[in-house]
């Protein structure tokens, strides 16, 4: 089921009023009920897939606290291989062998291409790694195994962030079942506070750039470099709005029903570096990939050497995590090289500034550091939103050329859109600016009621009458 | 993936860590408990509660004020809209044609007849009612409308083109057939092709805010205030002052074998039943095959079929069918901006001809006047 769709829209009401009416005991089974319902709306049958590895990984749990040594081992390794699997099965096998017959075939082994026509389950990577925290946190020892199955099941199933994170952690969710949630208006309207600005980036912003970057990256060379040079904005764009509209949603959804998520995103454009840029985008898969995959390689605590190669190979997975593509791979890498560039020049670099009186806090070398950090991320995006690499190629080497600014609309995109899309990111970029500053809710909880119910109906009749309704999936759900 | 020497120091020494979370959280509380008498802060919370929910409830009830409110607002708009596509469908319903000669047909009608051009040789009133990305059986709903509340036309021209017998498979531009959807033959015309059309008429802005990417909604509400779309309909026809796309050679490189047009026997019928409808009436139908860019029929491997199909079922009301195929008009390709349609000094030349032939044949009277 999607959030912009008119089924959800009758789902959640009815949910939280279930929630809400029936004993405590009764919620968490209804919970864990809706999420099914939830998830079966994409395809009923992939229920059985999240069955298994809920059911792999909740024994596991328990197995890994009563045993020692290297049966305890065993059980960490058992459970992962077997969690991983399913990913790999349905996400990777045909990359992995398209690649394999490819390589084979160089060196004259002709190898049929194995045809294996599986529909990605939705999501399927998300849930995948937060059953894959519970397991590797209570070996650790940090996380006390959960006996109660449908507790479990629930926090791997929670429907607010089931198909698209955040990817929550045991410490932080599983508690939180137990607690008794009562309806408290100010927290439940802080919910639908949130859902309606994750709305207002989804449909408002996120959907109708996507018009305009879905034309242009479908085939690059048909388009001047204008146009290839806006496509690419769009998709910077496009993509944080889908995917932290998309986080803002789960996250106002499961706040409705009492339940408190991490935070994914901090306004990533705002960042004056890589670093500070991964600080703030998709915080719960870049602190998963940091605990789970960096620190266990070699972290920064083992030498220079061990540090370069777990820069690389968590940047490199992490890129491979988000779709089995080669494009995922290089924007993986891509950034790892940013990190790595950056780290080692960040002396010479504050020495440049120093030279020319460009001290850390002025205004113009702040903007020098957030512009160059937002060019260079547009790179990366050029990569990861290409369908190749030719592609890719393409616009990084044409999108400076052949400016035509009589050319600017496309097919799906016409020329009136242009406006409302800039004006929303503008719109967005003031928001998110004036929230750095001060509470935009507690200003906003400050005004008499008519007023700011004016202003809550306006935003909401801005989202419905600019929204764009094409049942298009959040980006994120493919991985 | 912050992955800084900084951030692991950041993360190891956070106070969130794992074993800190588990150990902040709050005692579990026994079910049993919650179950319990209820103390006086719970009533509380609960009178609290009440109200709450009364102000959420009130608040989406104002929303769902607003968007029933608006959505008259932007069909009253649309409604009161002369110029456009707008006016000539408000025209229609508000029964203020009444032409002689009525032009039916799809994009190819709307941009290929001038009715000022063709009244001023023939003398008879004439308006053209083609309707863009339609296929004919959303032409025979406008044409049922067009009847409903106008006096019948001494003569019909129904254009054709190769997709003349396919039925529609979406709808184009929804937005233009949403202010209408009252109308008995469009709402059915429209949920024929879409059935959940039922949603544009029934739940408030579905048809304008989720089907519509063109803010035809600013139009209504611009109309309400007395602003008028600029005009691009004169009589109903929709000139255009474009030039050679090349969208055709990328369709020819496309499709270097040809292409073969389907016919669907729904389309058929739809056909049929217009020329039925007009036959019982007793409005005389002229069938045309308007300007076809030549280079494109020649591509056209059935071509003659689909023709030959459209002659035998005119002929069988007694209907005549004129073809342009072999015009001089179709081999000049500054007469049109694709294949398919002609530009404005393409369609003032054809639709001078072919007034002067509706002339010659006796069809209409010839006035020709200044």
Redesign the interface.
């Known amino acids: 089921m999607l959030f912009n769709s008119l089924e959800f829209a009758v789902f959640l009401p009815l949910v939280v009023g279930l929630y809400f009416c029936l004993?405590?005991?009764y919620r968490t089974p209804m919970l864990l009920i809706a999420s099914c319902i939830f998830y079966m709306a994409f395809i009923p049958v992939y229920i059985l897939i999240l069955f298994v590895t809920i059911t792999i990984d909740y024994i596991a749990g328990i197995y890994i606290e009563r045993t020692n040594g290297p049966t305890r081992r065993a059980w960490l390794i058992g459970s992962i291989i077997s969690t991983c699997a399913v990913l790999f099965v349905f996400k990777y096998f045909d990359f992995f062998t398209g690649n394999f017959v490819g390589l084979a075939n160089l060196i004259g082994w002709q190898l049929p291409k194995p045809v294996v026509n599986i529909i990605l389950p939705i999501g399927l990577s998300f849930h995948t790694f937060q059953s894959l925290s519970y397991v590797v946190?209570v070996y650790?020892g940090?996380?006390?195994p959960e006996y109660n199955f449908i507790i479990y099941a629930t926090y791997v199933m929670f429907f607010p962030q089931l198909v698209a994170g955040p990817i929550e952690?045991p410490?932080?969710l599983l508690?939180q079942f137990?607690?008794?949630h009562?309806?408290?208006?100010e927290r439940?309207?802080a919910g639908?506070k949130r859902m309606a600005w994750g709305f207002f980036k989804k449909l408002v912003i996120a959907d109708r750039l996507a018009?305009y970057v879905n034309d242009v990256y479908a085939d690059p060379r048909n388009f001047n470099g204008l146009q290839l040079s806006i496509a690419t904005v769009f998709f910077a764009y496009q993509i944080y709005c889908d995917f932290s509209g998309y986080s803002d949603i789960a996250i106002g959804g499961a706040q409705i029903l009492g339940f408190k998520l991490m935070e994914n995103f901090k306004n990533p454009y705002h960042a004056r570096s890589i670093?500070e840029f991964?600080?703030r985008w998709h915080i719960s898969?870049?602190?998963w990939?940091?605990?789970y995959v960096?620190?266990p390689v070699g972290?920064?605590?083992s030498g220079i050497r061990r540090?370069l190669l777990?820069?690389m190979i968590?940047?490199a997975v992490?890129g491979l995590w988000h779709g089995a593509n080669w494009t995922y791979v290089a924007w993986g890498v891509l950034?790892g090289f940013y990190?790595l560039v950056g780290?080692a020049t960040k002396g010479w670099r504050d020495r440049v500034f120093g030279l020319v009186g460009l001290h850390r806090e002025t205004f113009l070398r702040q903007t020098i550091m957030l512009v160059s950090t937002f060019v260079l991320t547009l790179l990366g995006w050029i990569v990861f939103r290409a369908r190749n690499m030719e592609d890719a190629w393409y616009v990084v080497t044409h999108f400076a050329q052949d400016w035509d600014f009589h050319q600017i609309g496309t097919e799906?995109f016409?020329l009136?859109?242009l406006p409302?899309a800039v004006a929303c990111i503008i719109l967005l970029e003031m928001a998110q600016l004036l929230h750095g500053k001060v509470s935009v809710p507690s200003l906003l909880n400050r005004l008499p009621i008519a007023p700011r119910?004016a202003l809550?109906?306006g935003f909401?009749?801005l989202v419905?009458?600019f929204?764009?309704?094409q049942k298009t999936q959040f980006i994120y759900f493919q991985f | 993936?912050?992955?800084?020497?900084?951030?692991?120091r950041e993360?190891d020494g956070a106070p969130t860590?794992?074993?800190n979370?588990?150990a902040s959280?709050?005692p579990?509380?026994p079910?049993a408990e919650?179950?319990g008498k209820k103390s006086v802060t719970?009533r509380r919370?609960r009178l609290?509660?009440r109200?709450?929910?009364i102000?959420?409830f009130c608040?989406f009830g104002?929303?769902v004020i607003?968007?029933f409110g608006?959505n008259a607002m932007i069909n009253s708009g649309l409604r009161r809209v002369t110029t456009s596509q707008f006016g000539v469908s408000n025209k229609i319903v508000q029964g203020k044609i009444n032409a002689d000669i009525v032009i039916s047909g799809s994009s190819r009608a709307l941009t290929h007849y001038d009715p000022r051009i063709i009244e001023r040789i023939t003398g008879w009133r004439t308006f053209n009612i083609g309707l863009n990305g339609s296929q004919t059986d959303m032409q025979l709903a406008r044409l049922k409308a067009y009847l409903k509340h106008n006096k019948k036309p001494k003569l019909l021209v129904q254009n054709l083109d190769l997709y003349s017998f396919l039925t529609s498979h979406e709808i184009y531009e929804p937005a233009q057939y949403v202010p209408y959807l009252s109308e008995q033959s469009i709402y059915a015309g429209v949920r024929r092709v879409y059935p959940d059309a039922w949603k544009w008429k029934y739940l408030p802005?579905y048809g304008?805010?989720?089907?519509d990417?063109?803010?035809s909604?600013m139009m209504g509400l611009k109309a309400l205030a007395g602003i008028q779309p600029r005009e691009d309909h004169f009589d109903g026809y929709q000139p255009r002052d474009t030039s050679w796309t090349g969208d055709f050679e990328k369709f020819r490189a496309n499709n270097r074998n040809g292409v073969v047009v389907k016919t669907e026997a729904q389309g058929l019928r739809d056909f049929k039943e217009l020329l039925s409808l007009c036959a019982r009436r007793g409005i005389p139908v002229l069938v045309v095959y308007s300007p076809e860019y030549y280079e494109m029929q020649a591509i056209t491997r059935n071509r003659k079929e689909v023709l030959e199909k459209a002659n035998q079922i005119a002929a069988h009301f007694g209907f005549p069918l004129w073809d342009y195929s072999e015009s001089p008009i179709s081999r000049d390709r500054s007469n049109f901006y694709n294949s398919q349609h002609l530009n404005r000094s393409g369609a003032s030349a054809f639709s001078a001809d072919f007034a002067r032939r509706l002339v010659q044949a006796g069809l209409v009277g010839g006035q020709d006047r200044p």
């Open positions: 004993p405590p005991r946190e650790r940090r996380q006390k952690r410490q932080n508690h137990y607690e008794k009562d309806f408290d208006y439940v309207t639908l018009l670093p991964w600080r898969l870049s602190t990939f940091r605990d960096y620190i972290g920064s605590q540090w777990a820069v968590t940047f992490s950034n990190l780290t799906q016409l009136r859109q409302v119910w809550y109906a909401v009749m419905v009458m929204g764009i309704y | 993936m912050p992955l800084s020497p900084q951030i692991e993360r860590s794992p074993g979370a588990l959280a709050p579990l509380e079910v919650l179950r719970q919370g609290s509660a109200s709450g929910l102000r959420i608040f104002l929303i607003l968007l608006l802005l304008f805010a989720v089907e990417m063109r803010f909604w």
